[in-house]
């Protein structure tokens, strides 16, 4: 799994070196923030149910009738909590290893041609999690730092979708 150390470490490996300032600069910045990522991954972890479902109700706020495909409405909203719970799980992943490997790795990779293929539009997800994005406060929600990094990896998912 990527991460910043990882990365550091088989870039330095690649090159037969020892890390260099530059690898070691990096892996401190995320050290030093690693306080503030695990804070988010704990709130988001012991809430994650009603993180999703407000998702969710941003989502069929937006879009009345789901994806339009010929399935009933809580069979639908299901499948879309089902996979908004997936994308956060991915989401605490990265904040624990601090980088977007989970997110590279299990979430984005062919996430729009699965989309594509099963009639799903992405601005769908694109709702619920720019919905969770907009919705956090600080300090309400998690410190100024946490909700930073939280917000980070809601953004780059959000990107990757788009």
């Excluded at 709130?43 to 399935?71: H, T």
């Excluded at 908004?84 to 601090?98: A, M, P």
């Amino acid at each position: 799994m990527k991460s910043v150390l990882t990365t550091a470490v088989a870039s330095a490996d690649l090159a037969g070196r020892f890390p260099s300032s530059s690898d070691l600069e990096s892996v401190q910045g995320s050290l030093q923030r690693a306080a503030a990522r695990m804070e988010a991954a704990e709130k988001l972890a012991a809430n994650y149910d009603a993180v999703a479902q407000e998702a969710v109700d941003a989502i069929y706020k937006k879009f009345p009738s789901g994806s339009g495909r010929d399935i009933d409405a809580s069979t639908q909203k299901e499948k879309c909590k089902r996979d908004i719970v997936h994308y956060l799980r991915l989401i605490n992943y990265c904040l624990v290893v601090g980088g977007t490997g989970p997110l590279d790795e299990w979430g984005v990779a062919g996430a729009r041609e699965v989309y594509k293929a099963l009639g799903i539009c992405a601005a769908t997800y694109i709702t619920g999690l720019t919905f969770l994005r907009d919705r956090g406060c600080a300090p309400r929600d998690l410190s100024a730092q946490a909700l930073v990094e939280y917000n980070t990896y809601i953004d780059y998912l959000i990107n990757s979708m788009a």
